[in-house]
């Protein structure tokens, strides 16, 4: 196949890496990619590891010249199948592809993604795009959301991670981690609550966001800064994880977090709230440490605390029964070729 990657958003987010990812996957398995982006991090690397990428303006909603553009593009490229975000790429590329008879492949990173608009509706029921979503819980909210769209039209195909080739031994003091933004959603002080009394134990918050002042004050006021450690914007999130014991979610609102696939990847025992997909990935062998959506600080701090006191030899089966979900649920390469089953069918 020759897939073109159409993606006019201007920040980077879960869904360029989520590109960037099964594009590589498609080039192994000996399909052509295509990109098309606004100037930036992105397009670079797709560069760089794809060997194509085509900068954009993509101007205004429906704007004939990109269209055009666009449909000259696809036309030289040969392109077979089309996969674009949920901004301008639309109502540009996609009235392209949708003009020369190429398949459309909308990708959902949300349930919300998309508002419900009567313009939006009508452009979605001329081009007719087949949407992709991450995991089950995301595509029944986007149906919920946009009751107009036809269920044949809506597949799931989970992000994947290629897990670690093995666990690391536990470390002492344990090593907790949340690689997260610093915002309100991801309730890092229910975390730093939690903390409060147990030993053996040090957490690393990965991230930055619009509260690092405001939870490195909390983490002070509460009196566990002694064991708590705000490593900032990491770019190599990986070697962090491979360090750590345990991984903690306490988010109230997510889809299918890509923290807790790197970390299960890496074979990281993980805390987490019971929210979005997390359960469509979550092994039974680990569901002690799958708390309700509403659980708050004492029920954080018990769960930690029995990881915390687990004997090495517990904790690393923990680990490696993360790690083998990972193989077992989402692994890349299983991922990769469902998708690209799925994209056969389209055409």
């Not at 993606?7 to 989520?18: H, I, P, R, S, Y």
């Not at 990109?66 to 639309?90: P, Y």
């Not at 360090?243 to 299918?256: K, M, P, Y």
């Amino acid at each position: 196949m020759r897939i073109a990657w159409v993606n006019a958003t201007k920040k980077w987010g879960g869904v360029k890496t989520w590109f960037l990812t099964f594009a590589r996957e498609m080039r192994e398995l000996g399909h052509k990619n295509f990109v098309w982006a606004r100037p930036g991090v992105f397009l670079d690397r797709c560069r760089e590891e794809l060997g194509h990428g085509k900068a954009v303006s993509f101007g205004p909603d429906f704007n004939p010249l990109s269209v055009a553009r666009f449909m000259a593009a696809f036309t030289r490229a040969r392109i077979d199948v089309l996969i674009i975000n949920v901004g301008k790429d639309l109502t540009t590329a996609g009235i392209a592809a949708r003009l020369l008879g190429i398949p459309v492949v909308q990708r959902i990173g949300l349930p919300g993604d998309i508002a419900f608009k009567p313009r939006t509706r009508r452009v979605h029921e001329w081009i007719r795009p087949h949407f992709l979503c991450p995991c089950q819980f995301i595509a029944d909210g986007f149906q919920r959301n946009l009751p107009y769209v036809h269920p044949e039209d809506v597949h799931v195909v989970l992000n994947g991670k290629i897990p670690a080739e093995a666990c690391p031994p536990p470390g002492k003091p344990r090593e907790l981690v949340m690689t997260a933004q610093l915002i309100k959603t991801k309730r890092h002080e229910v975390v730093l609550e939690a903390m409060k009394g147990l030993k053996n134990c040090r957490l690393n918050i990965v991230g930055t966001g619009d509260r690092d002042d405001e939870l490195a004050a909390l983490s002070q006021q509460l009196g566990v800064d002694d064991h708590v450690h705000f490593s900032g914007f990491s770019t190599d999130v990986n070697s962090i994880l491979a360090g750590s014991d345990v991984f903690v979610l306490a988010s109230t609102s997510e889809g299918l977090p890509n923290t807790l696939l790197e970390a299960m990847a890496c074979g990281v025992l993980p805390v987490c709230r019971d929210v979005g997909g997390v359960r469509e990935v979550w092994p039974e062998a680990l569901n002690e440490f799958l708390l309700p959506r509403d659980a708050g600080p004492a029920e954080f701090h018990a769960a930690l605390k029995k990881v915390v006191e687990l004997s090495d030899d517990s904790l690393q089966k923990y680990k490696e029964q993360a790690r083998i979900a990972c193989g077992e649920r989402f692994h890349l390469k299983k991922q990769a070729v469902e998708f690209e089953a799925w994209l056969k069918g389209l055409l």
